[in-house]
């Protein structure tokens, strides 16, 4: 949930701002920047309360064993607590990515993952010196890490990112601002969030075979990623793109990044096919529809990536795997993905049809004149 409140955030942040650059509206891009660092801190704010009132009864309302109760609350405790860092991190590399300046995000987010690899077994065995902390040691090593991310990240946009001015001093929470942000962020902060209800219902259908089936959907979801990973890369250089360029009235532009983004996706999807072989047939249209999803945002219709993702994985995913269940074969359950993924295919294609009919066919001309 985290992740997902502040990868969403960034989202919204990440396409207005480059709209308003595309629309050579410094003003207004200075104040998205402004305000998404604001609800950064809201953010972080909002889950340092869940972190000291909510994690102890969180663990309870799943188990009863006090070793995983106690292990969980203190993992759970100091990642909340401190987790002023990775919302930091997450909005300022959003910054750099609006503008164009992915390179330096690469780099945060190297350098943290490379902090928290060193110090997971330092802290957590007490090497070196340093006291043997156990599981507090793993969520220390993960605060760290993205807190010197974090630092990095606001380096990085004080120093090289000139396309925005950060200014404090005369502040004031914009709401039409934070609006528009969320207008955007708010499908994406919610179809992040059901991935983990996706799952979570997954695993209570795979536990009624055998927990292997659960420990098999885990691992290939591990492995998945992989392949996806570059896909949502090309969407992080892609999504800014095309809102510059929608600002910037340029239709030719928007058409030509959607289209080569489409294919470079579908490609790599294609070589995950060969790699994962017959149930990754889905990933043909996972790619499609992933860099469509983005498109969407993109351009200020986030509610179709948020009907989409849900259809695919709560309408139809978890209902389908279930009735597939019933037939007491669990490699039935697996099919439940092609067919969720065919149905997110035919919705994502209506949605394009309508988008570009109503807005990039659109891009470039007057807006109509508004009557005194």
């Known amino acids: 949930l985290m992740i997902a409140l502040s990868a969403g955030t960034g989202v919204g942040i990440n396409a207005v701002l480059s709209r308003s650059l595309g629309e050579k509206d410094q003003e207004n891009a200075n104040k998205a920047a402004e ?7 809201v953010s972080y704010a909002a889950f340092l309360i ?5 994690a102890r009864p969180f663990y309870l309302s799943q188990t009863r064993d006090e070793a995983i109760v106690s292990y969980g609350v203190t993992y759970l405790t100091i990642v909340c607590i401190c987790s002023v860092g990775m919302f930091t991190q997450m909005t300022f590399e959003k910054l750099l990515q609006s503008t164009g300046r992915t390179m330096y995000t690469m780099v945060t987010q190297s350098v943290g993952a490379v902090i928290n690899i060193i ?3 330092i802290l957590i065995f007490g090497l070196f010196g340093f006291p043997k902390m156990g599981v507090a040691g793993a969520a220390a090593a993960t605060v760290f890490g993205q807190a010197v991310a974090g630092a990095l990240a606001i380096v990085f946009n004080v120093k090289v990112n000139k396309d925005i001015q950060l200014d404090f001093k005369r502040f004031r929470p914009d709401k039409r601002m934070i609006g528009r942000i969320y207008a955007v962020g708010v499908p994406s902060i919610i179809m992040q969030a ?3 209800v996706m799952t979570y219902g997954m695993n209570l259908i795979l536990i009624q075979f055998t927990s292997t089936a659960t420990a098999v959907f885990g691992v290939y979801y591990k492995v998945q990623s992989f392949i996806f990973m570059p896909v949502f890369g090309l969407n992080n250089g892609m999504v800014p793109i095309v809102a510059y360029n929608y600002g910037a009235g340029s239709k030719k532009r928007v058409k030509k990044v959607t289209h080569l983004s489409v294919i470079y996706a579908v490609a790599i999807m294609l070589a995950g096919l060969l790699v994962f072989q017959f149930i990754s047939i889905s990933f043909i249209f996972a790619g499609f529809c992933i860099v469509m999803g983005s498109v969407f945002q993109a351009l200020g219709n986030g509610v179709y990536s948020l009907a989409v993702s849900v259809a695919r994985q709560l309408i139809v995913l978890l209902p389908v795997a279930y009735l597939l269940s ?3 074969n669990v490699d039935n359950v697996w099919w439940a993905f092609p067919i969720a993924e065919l149905m997110s295919l035919s919705m994502t294609i209506f949605f394009y049809r309508r988008i570009n009919r109503k807005i990039i066919s659109k891009i470039g001309e007057p807006f109509p004149a508004v009557e005194e």
């Not at 305000?35 to 801190?41: D, Q, S, T």
């Open 50 to 54: 869940i972190g000291l009132l909510i």
């Open 194 to 196: 059901i991935g983990s």
């Open 35 to 41: 305000n998404g660092v604001f609800l950064a801190l």
């Open 119 to 121: 110090f997971d077994p």
């Open 326 to 328: 019933l037939t007491g």
